[in-house]
């Protein structure tokens, strides 16, 4: 097998998990899972996303791992490494990469803006849930201003990007992951302490099993996919930075565990607060957006707990966006044999027109539509309903079926070092479990039942 000889790896053992840990844990887990859980019942959806998280999230992210530390290279060149057929695969990373941060750099743009209006107290002069939806739909559909924003969070993933491998993406993690544990753990216990949030709790944690039908389970594994980063070659090209040492079936655990408790744990945050104020729960961008500033604005220190929200949403989206503009930079770097920089500053071009359009395509591009959909909202549902589910099916299979079955145990067992007692467990889930099911998702996304 190829080893590049200058290819940076990561430090300790701890990197490599805070480093995919902090690709996992996004928006995703703070702005989608607790209003995804919320729609479909609660406590009862909670049970079957852990069991979809180990049962399928688990096993594809460990081969994930295999095929990126086996390979030592980015998402393309790490299948034609292992087997030139399926370099397909790395190319609908690559793909899906650029088409996730296209919507993700736009969304993660408004963090970022209502951060910093949260921070000057501009977003404590309303009021009304009215006014803060205005707000929110005039800041969206505004010619320059999210742009703007965006534009400043694409600098800033590049930069962390551009300083390399150990000085940007591992320093980065370390530094952030704590800090959003850190506001995480505060706000959780400020939420639990409000009046009514008990009630919020209940919502959130009390099992309704009328709300689960059998596209639950599909919800839930949609879910779990697009909050690990698993499916698209992510895992791939940063287990490439892994070292030979690196225990690969722990890591993608602890990665699991991690990115799990903080998807609760935003439950935890929003749900009592969304109830202590008497407000319905609602779904989607709302939620975040508009639901809760109102929310702050009614309890003391607003400015406070809104500032700390918001920085936690935008360190949260920051250490994803790195991870997906690696995966695209990465490839460029070994691929196409740009400088590394060279390359960084392609990915970062390119991201930027697709971000401008997408942000652009919820206000003055509104006619540009792609089968009904906004530019936006199709970038969204193209990844999450296609790319996502048709990356893990295959990684399933090319790591099931058709990798060489000493290089996945090498690469588990560390040579031989660990030892890996459920392995047969392992491989059925890998061959049969988890693409019959990623299959169903595929199916039902499609419309076919
Ligand atoms: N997992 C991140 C989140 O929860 C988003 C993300 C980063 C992602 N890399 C990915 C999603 C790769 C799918 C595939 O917000």
Redesign the pocket.
């Known amino acids: 097998m190829h080893h590049s000889q200058n290819r940076a790896t990561l430090g300790g053992k701890l990197s490599a998990v805070l480093v995919a840990a902090g ?7 703070i702005w989608r899972f607790p209003y995804v859980a919320g729609d479909n019942g609660g406590g009862a959806f909670l049970v079957i996303y852990i069991l979809c998280v180990l049962l399928l999230g688990l096993p594809v992210m460990v081969a994930e791992f295999t095929i990126g530390r086996a390979s030592q290279r980015n998402a393309v060149g790490a299948y034609r490494a292992l087997n030139p057929r399926w370099s397909f695969l790395g190319y609908n990373g690559v793909l ?2 650029f088409l ?1 941060l296209g919507f ?1 750099f736009v969304v993660s743009g408004w963090t970022a803006e209502y951060m910093i209006h949260s921070v000057t107290g501009s977003l404590a002069h309303f009021t009304t849930p009215e006014e803060y939806s205005s707000i929110f739909e005039n800041f969206i559909s505004n010619p320059w201003r999210p742009v703007l924003y965006t534009g400043l969070f694409v600098l800033v993933t590049h930069f962390v990007i551009a300083l390399g491998v150990q000085k940007g993406i591992e320093r980065s993690a370390k530094l952030l992951m704590p800090l959003l544990f850190a506001i995480l753990i505060t706000l959780a216990i400020h939420a639990m302490t409000m009046p009514g949030s008990i009630e919020g709790l209940r919502f959130f944690f009390k099992p309704d099993f009328s709300k689960v039908t059998a596209s639950t389970i599909l919800v839930a594994l949609g879910q779990a ?8 070659g ?1 895992m791939v090209t940063y287990a490439s930075y892994f070292k030979p040492d690196t225990n690969l079936r722990h890591t993608a655990l602890n990665v699991t565990i991690l990115d799990t408790l903080v998807a609760v744990l935003a439950g935890v945050v929003i749900f009592p607060a969304v109830f202590s104020a008497g407000i319905e729960p609602s779904s989607g961008p709302s939620l975040v957006f508009i639901t809760l500033p109102g929310i702050f604005n009614t309890m003391p220190l607003s400015m406070v707990w809104s500032s700390v929200f918001f920085l936690l949403l935008v360190v949260a989206a920051l250490t ?1 966006t790195i ?2 503009h690696e995966v695209i930079t990465a490839y460029l770097h070994e691929e196409w044999r740009l400088s590394r920089r060279a390359a960084a500053w392609t990915t970062t071009a390119a991201t930027m027109v697709l971000g401008t359009v997408a942000s652009l395509s919820l206000g003055v591009l509104g006619g540009w539509k792609i089968c009904g959909l906004s530019i936006f909202d199709s970038l969204d549902y193209i990844t999450a309903n296609i790319l ?1 589910p048709l990356g893990g099916f295959f990684t399933c299979i090319f790591v099931g079926w058709r990798l060489d079955q000493q290089i996945l145990k090498a690469q588990i067992t560390n040579n031989g070092a660990l030892k890996f007692r459920i392995y047969r467990l392992y491989i059925f889930l890998l061959r049969y479990v988890c693409p019959i099911i990623l299959l169903l998702i595929f199916l039902d996304n499609l419309g076919i039942f």
């Open positions: 690709s996992s844990v996004g928006l995703g887990n899906a990469a996730i993700y996919f697009f909050s690990l980063s698993i499916g698209i992510t994803s991870s997906l996502l």
